[in-house]
């Protein structure tokens, strides 16, 4: 059974941080894209940090460059997001997409990942508060 199991979400203050985990099972974590995305109520979804297959190559929009980062353990078939400098227009729920990738090294760049309606397997979400 392929499972994406987000969790870390929480309640923090504005400027602080949470670490979101995103858990791999049931498919091979290597050949697969990884993406971070949410999505606020009356909001559209967006992308929010991507990393290719491997971990080589992430991607972040500017409004997340410098807090977001997004890494990624094969070992542990686990995707992190480290936020800081939380602020209340990053409330949320979030949710990892795995995404296969059939390339050699890989295909999708994460900025196409993040760009991307269609992906392969979608987690449930994890919410994010962040109180001013």
């Known amino acids: 059974e392929v499972q994406l199991q987000a969790s870390g979400g929480g309640l923090v203050q504005a400027g602080g941080s949470l670490r979101l985990s995103c858990a791999a099972s049931?498919?091979?974590?290597?050949?697969?894209?990884i993406g971070w995305f949410r999505q606020a109520p009356g909001k559209e979804r967006e992308g929010v940090s991507c990393i290719s297959k491997g971990g080589g190559s992430t991607y972040y929009p500017n409004s997340m460059k410098g807090r977001f980062t997004i890494s990624s353990d094969n070992a542990k078939n686990t995707v992190y997001l480290q936020m800081n400098s939380l602020k209340p227009e990053d409330t949320a729920v979030y949710y990892c997409?795995?995404?296969?990738?059939?390339?050699?090294?890989?295909?999708?760049?994460?900025?196409?990942?993040?760009?991307?309606?269609?992906?392969?397997?979608w987690g449930k979400g994890t919410l994010v508060t962040v109180s001013s």
């Open positions: 997409a795995a995404l296969l990738d059939r390339g050699g090294s890989y295909y999708y760049t994460p900025v196409t990942v993040c760009g991307r309606d269609g992906m392969d397997y």
């Open positions: 049931g498919f091979t974590f290597d050949d697969y894209a």
